[in-house]
Every structure is written in structure tokens, then in C-alpha cells.
């Protein structure tokens, strides 16, 4: 055990001085930031606005075209000739034509002339302006009036809502999603990451020979899992690190932009407002300054996403680990490993694949048994954690992981024994199988 | 008493024998030297000795107990394929390995300072090891071989990749180690050092032990009763004295090599050499161990 613990120990301290390992752990959290903090400024600051002068020559759309942050209109008496001819001196994005037999029964010919083609949104929005301003025009026709139509129209958001253990609670299916996704993802890039560690450096002690030298000392299983729990706890330190990096980046950030929202003006209107409304005001301006993102995934028990995490993680990278162990031991060197790695990097894509398509179909058939079966249960897992999972589901899924752990430790110190003392040819995987059955 | 004993040791792999039957015993601090063409099976018995693999069939007894786990502290090996890691300080990896062989921190870090000071290695121990040339680097191999102070040394080629004046310096370290009281076993195809430094010999062939034995004995076994003839002049009949197996001329002499037939008496034919020619030397010439390993496995091969 205490030969165990030395390897481990040189293992991990090689690792954490290196140059790289500080570069990763600095760029990994400013990754996870920017994925966290670029979708919050878009929102806060947006793209810069566009304005569409409008050339009505029907004179029927005066009012119809709400201005939005990110798109203005401008309603022009000008000929559209002289509009298009003006739009290179100018900062609008483009002129929208609207032809003078245009009405509601036959509304065609309506043209955008622009700097840049519509985007989606942009276009979007345009066309629901018109078929907006459309169906009023034809209701109006068959005598009904604006008014009406308005307390017609209802905007639905639908609340969502999970069982949970203490009854129903609020939910976000965007933030289940989106935490679903990420974790499976993160999973399976950890999984590799690491896995590849181990199979490098048993590569490196084997062509480096040194293998026999350390062999004399320790048994080649104690070797093994010295390696593994080494880097397994490089790869905490980092994980640990970015978690610790990442928070504080995200919250000195989200601290600094916070402030620029709130303008003056903003903030004049509120005051001039009663208290009731300035309160309901506020309150929604402060829902609005936290991302949307932020908002949905604090309905989500992070704390314990992250707890199972780690145990998948931890019980997920022996697994594999092991196994990347008994590859390279079969190797000379790290090029001869990409075909006996195969048996791995399928599962795991297999894995991944499966977690992308649970993480939006929870409830899927496949993803529980994919969840289950310790190959793919890791990162398939991930992507269920979100939505919920019943405790037997995550305690019988956890059971067989360690099962398979032990399973595959024994098998692959069988394999690393023989493997790290056979130099010169590369093995197939028929002279690996035979390895698992040698004597001593 | 004998440190190590080899009793009927049988490994196989899937496709070939590596020892068939080998018994061997090492005498408690001797230089024993374990020889034998490449691929005869030195290398598998030497990995059983260090526990690395285990005998098929057969017995091994370390200070007459079966080789057990604890055993691996008492020995030190340094393989032929040398390897360190080279990313690594040179005074961590040190004591890293000595660590690996059960050595306390301190322990370690004492017995480090005397090898590198004896080594003259001091102002390398922050260097990493790909820094230092190569017989640096098989200095610092050696010094992780022995600084655990082990029972039985096992050294594998020890002086390949060392110059003349380093290969001294390591002849030395072991002749040293032997009067300290260790036990060497000693693997080389160099056998002008086998001739200088072994106490006992092995010889392994095919997987099968073909010789084994003390030095000078198997020297004594392997007389030919031929001797060196050194002289000036033209040499006489020798016939009913000897039979002339060459004669050649070498640089200010001549050199003929002769076997006395064995009813004739060595003073006769001294006496008819001394009455024709100048005598310069007469000496039996004692088989090298170079023909001695070429012999045993040429004649174990054919058979």
C-alpha cells in the first residue's frame, strides 16, 4: 500500500509542476467563464441595433412596426429610388419597400433592399409586423375591432414543474437541458483526457525502460494503480480548480457588468414611478440583469449534480483507466496504440452520442439502459441527473460501475504484467486475451 | 553457505522454453558471473530472481527461505536496457527508486549524499536527467542500483556504455561491494572482465544450464595440456617429445604452440629446446574464458 502511495505521489507531484497543467488549469475556467459570461453580455449589451427605413407607399403601415432593441424602424415619405440611393452614406441597415396596391387581400410584392441580407430574427420579425398589422386589417374588415383582437390575444409561458421529494417543484427544461449536455460532455472529454494520461505514461515507462527497474522494486499491479490514482488525482486537482477559478471569474465578472445596466435614466424613471410599480420594476429590472441561464439553473439541486458527478467521475476514470493502463502496455510506443484503442474510444463515443440524445429525451427507454450498463453509464447518466433520477436508479447503476471496476482492474493488471515486460512487437488483440490467462 | 539457490527452475511462454531445469547456487558473497549467448535465458532467470515473473516449476531460496515480497528490499538490479525518467531531477528520481525499495526519507537522503559525493555528482542533483550525458546517466543508474545497500547486487552488463576510466571506477565500486559483503551476480558477454572479476561461473545455453562452477576449477577442466613455446632460432625434431600444433613468427620471435605427448617427460624437452634454440618463455597456455564459452556452446548446441 505504502509503495502505492509513493508511485501515486510522484505520479501526481510530475504532473502538477508542469508547465502545462498550470497553462490548462488557467485557460479551462476563463473556456467555462466565456461560454457562462458571452451569453449573458449578448444579452445585456446585444448586437448593435439595425434600423430599416420603411418606404410605404400604401400609407397603411404608420404605426405597425414596434421598435425593438435590436431593430428600429423609420417611416419615410421619400420614394424608395432615393432611399436606396442614400443608403450607402448612411447607417441604416437596409429599406424595406412596401408598394402602393399593397393591401390585405393581396399582400405581395413587399421587397427589403439592404447593406447585408436579413437574419432570421430580423426577417422574423419584419413578417410578423406585417402579418400582424394583415390580420388586424381583415378582421377589421369583417367588423371587428382593434381593441377586441388585443384582449384576444394572450401570451402563454408555461411554468414547469418536476416531482421531486418534497412534492412538485419548480423546474427549468431549458437549464435540465443545458446542465444535462454540459455535464455528459464534460464527462466523457475528462474520461479521455485522463485515460490518455495513463496510457502515455505507462508508454513512456515502457519505452523508457525503466519499467524493469521499478518492477524489481514493486509489482507491476501495484505500479498500475499507483499510475491511476496518481493522475486520477491530478485530474480532481484540476476539476477542483476550475470549479473554484471559474466561480470566481464568473462573479467578478457578473459583478462588474451589473452596474452599466442600471443607467440613469433608467433609474429616474423608476424613481418617478409609486412604490408599488417602482418595486415591480426593479424587481424585474434585477431579473432581468441575471442571465436567463442563471435564473433556470438555480431551480436545479447543483449541489448534488455535482456530488454524483464527482462519484461518476472518480468511479468512471478507474474504470476506463484501467483499461488504458493494459493498452499501453501492450504498445512500444504511442502511435501503435490508435488501433488497440478502438474497444475504448467506441463505447465512450457511443456513450456521448447517447448523453446529447438524452439530454433532450430523458425519459428514453435506451437512456436507462444506457445509464446502466457501466460502458456508458458515466456520461449517459449525466445527461439524466437533471430531469431527476429515482435514488435505486443512481444506487444500482453506481453498484454495477464498481462491480465493473473490479472486474476490469483485475483483467487489466493481468494484461499490464505481461505487457510491460514484452518489448519489440506489437500485440494483437489474440495474444492479449492469452495474457489474461498466464501463470505468474 | 550459499545467498541464493536455484532449484529446478522451468519457465515457458507460449512459444518457446525459456529455462529448462536450471539449478544454480550463488555462494554468499561472491562475484558470480552468469553467462551465455543472447536469447539462452539469462534475462527470464533474472527476472525470477527479482520476482518479476514466477517459475513455472522449480524452487527458489534467498538465505534458505522460498523467495518472498520482502525479499525485494535485499536486492538491487541493474538491468541491461538502462531507464530512468528523463523529465525527472536527478536527486528526486534517486531517491524515488531508493524510496521504492523501502529506504525512510532520511535514510534515503543520507546514503544519496554519499554515492554523489564518492560519484562526484553533487552539482547534478537539480539537473534532470536527459541533462547529463550518458555515462553520467549509468552512474546515477548504478548508484539506484546499490544504495539501498542490498544483499545480492544484480548487474546486468554494468560496464557497457561507460569509457575506460569510468568502467574502473564501477570495477572498483564492486570489488568494493564484495569486501562490504554483498553478493554479485554479474551477466556479460565481456569475457576479459569474467576473467578478472568472477569468483564462480555459469553457463547457460538453449534455456539449459551447459556449465557451472568455480572459476579456476573450470579453468583446470578445460586445460588442453597446450603449451606456449617463445624462442629464436629454428626449431628441432620434437617429435618423440611433443606435437607441434603451430609455428609462426611473431614480431622479434618466433611463437609455436605445442602439446607434449604424455609418455615423454616436460625436462627432456626442455632440455632438447635449450640445446637448439634461444628460449625465451615456456608456459602452458591456459584456456581464456573466451574459448571456453565458445566451446561449451558450440558442443551444447550441436547436441
Known amino acids: ?440 | 553457505m550459499s545467498l541464493l539457490e536455484i532449484d529446478a527452475v522451468t519457465k515457458r511462454y507460449a512459444s518457446h522454453t525459456a529455462l529448462d531445469q536450471v539449478s544454480l547456487s550463488v555462494p554468499e558473497n561472491s562475484i558470480f558471473g552468469l553467462l551465455g549467448p543472447n536469447g539462452a535465458g539469462k534475462t527470464s532467470l533474472i527476472r525470477i530472481i527479482n520476482q518479476i515473473t514466477a517459475p513455472d516449476s522449480g524452487k527458489v531460496l534467498f538465505q534458505g527461505q522460498p523467495l518472498q515480497q520482502t525479499h525485494i528490499n535485499a536486492i538491487g538490479y541493474l538491468p541491461e536496457e538502462r531507464g530512468l525518467y528523463k523529465k525527472m531531477e536527478v536527486g528526486e528520481q534517486v531517491m524515488y527508486l531508493a524510496r521504492l525499495k523501502g529506504l525512510s526519507k532520511e535514510e534515503a537522503t543520507q546514503r544519496i549524499k554519499f554515492w554523489f559525493e564518492k560519484f562526484e555528482l553533487q552539482s547534478w542533483w537539480k539537473k534532470k536527467v536527459e541533462e547529463l550525458s550518458k555515462g553520467m546517466q549509468q552512474k546515477v543508474q548504478f548508484i539506484t542500483t546499490v544504495v539501498h545497500e542490498p544483499k545480492l547486487i544484480i548487474l546486468d552488463e554494468p560496464f557497457s556504455g561507460f569509457d575506460p576510466l569510468n568502467a574502473n571506477l564501477i570495477r572498483d565500486e564492486i570489488l568494493e561491494l564484495r569486501k562490504k559483503g554483498s553478493t554479485i551476480i554479474f551477466s556479460t558477454h565481456r569475457m576479459e572482465t569474467v576473467e578478472e572479476l568472477c569468483d564462480h561461473v555459469a553457463l547457460i545455453n538453449r534455456a539449459k544450464k551447459v556449465l557451472d562452477g568455480e572459476k579456476n576449477a573450470i579453468r583446470q577442466q578445460f586445460r588442453d595440456n597446450t603449451f606456449e613455446l617463445r624462442y629464436s632460432g629454428t626449431l628441432p625434431d620434437l617429435s618423440e617429445y611433443a606435437e607441434i600444433l603451430s609455428n609462426q613468427q611473431d614480431t622479434d620471435h618466433q611463437l609455436a604452440l605445442i602439446r607434449p605427448s604424455a609418455t615423454s617427460s616436460k625436462r627432456g624437452l626442455i632440455s632438447k629446446l635449450n640445446d637448439n634454440v634461444e628460449l625465451i618463455s615456456f608456459a602452458e597456455k591456459l584456456p581464456t574464458f573466451n574459448d571456453i564459452f565458445i566451446k561449451t556452446v558450440k558442443e551444447s548446441s550441436h547436441e
Open chain 1, 1 to 440: 500500500m505504502n509503495k502505492i502511495m509513493l508511485i501515486a505521489s510522484r505520479e501526481y507531484w510530475v504532473r502538477v509542476k508542469k508547465k502545462q497543467f498550470l497553462i490548462m488549469t488557467m485557460v479551462g475556467p476563463l473556456l467555462f467563464s466565456a461560454l457562462m459570461v458571452i451569453p449573458m453580455l449578448l444579452v445585456l449589451y446585444g448586437s448593435d441595433s439595425h434600423t430599416v427605413l420603411v418606404a410605404d407607399q400604401s400609407g397603411q403601415f404608420n404605426d405597425a412596426f414596434k421598435d425593438s432593441k435590436k431593430l428600429n424602424f423609420e417611416v419615410k415619405k421619400e420614394a424608395p429610388e432615393a432611399l436606396k440611393a442614400g443608403l450607402d452614406s448612411l447607417e441604416d441597415t437596409g429599406v424595406l419597400v412596401i408598394p402602393a396596391d399593397f393591401s390585405p387581400q393581396n399582400p405581395s410584392g413587399i421587397q427589403y433592399f439592404g447593406k447585408n441580407p436579413l437574419s432570421a430574427d430580423q426577417e422574423m420579425r419584419i413578417s410578423d409586423a406585417i402579418s400582424e398589422k394583415i390580420d388586424s386589417e381583415r378582421l377589421a374588415l369583417k367588423g371587428l375591432d382593434k381593441s377586441f383582437i388585443d384582449s384576444l390575444h394572450t401570451e402563454v409561458n408555461i411554468q414547469t414543474f418536476k416531482m421531486g421529494e418534497k412534492g412538485f417543484e419548480d423546474s427549468s427544461s431549458g437549464a435540465s437541458n443545458a446542465v444535462a449536455f454540459g455535464s455528459s460532455i464534460l464527462m466523457y472529454m475528462f474520461i479521455l483526457l485522463y485515460g490518455m494520461q495513463v496510457l502515455k505514461g505507462v508508454v513512456e515507462e515502457k519505452t523508457n525502460r525503466i519499467v524493469e527497474v521499478i518492477v524489481s522494486s514493486v509489482k507491476p499491479f501495484q505500479l498500475m494503480m499507483g499510475k491511476i490514482l496518481g493522475i486520477g488525482a491530478v485530474s480532481l486537482t484540476q476539476f477542483l480548480l476550475w470549479i473554484v477559478l471559474s466561480m470566481g471569474i464568473f462573479t467578478a465578472v457578473s459583478s462588474l457588468v451589473k452596474v452599466p445596466e442600471t443607467t440613469k435614466e433608467e433609474l429616474s424613471m423608476v424613481q418617478s414611478m409609486t412604490p408599488e410599480t417602482q418595486k415591480a420594476v426593479e424587481a424585474q429590472m434585477v431579473d432581468q440583469t441575471k442571465p436567463a441561464m442563471m435564473k433556470a439553473i438555480e431551480t436545479l439541486d447543483l449541489g448534488k449534480n455535482v456530488v454524483v458527478f464527482l462519484i461518476y467521475f472518480i468511479l468512471a476514470y478507474l474504470f476506463y483507466a484501467s483499461i488504458f493502463a493494459a493498452i499501453g502496455s501492450a504498445v512500444d510506443n504511442e502511435t501503435d496504440s490508435q488501433q488497440l484503442l478502438f474497444p475504448v474510444t467506441v463505447p465512450l463515443l457511443i456513450g456521448y452520442l447517447l448523453g446529447i440524445m438524452v439530454s433532450s429525451d430523458p425519459g428514453n427507454q435506451v437512456g436507462f439502459w444506457a445509464s446502466m450498463i457501466p460502458l456508458t453509464s458515466p456520461i449517459v447518466m449525466m445527461a439524466r441527473m437533471p430531469y431527476g433520477v429515482p435514488t435505486w436508479e443512481l444506487l444500482l447503476s453506481i453498484s454495477l460501475l464498481i462491480g465493473a471496476f473490479f472486474g476490469m482492474t483485475w483483467i487489466a493488471a493481468r494484461i499490464y504484467r505481461v505487457g510491460i515486460l514484452m518489448y519489440g512487437k506489437k500485440a494483437t488483440f489474440k495474444e492479449i486475451f492469452k495474457w489474461i490467462t498466464y501463470q505468474g
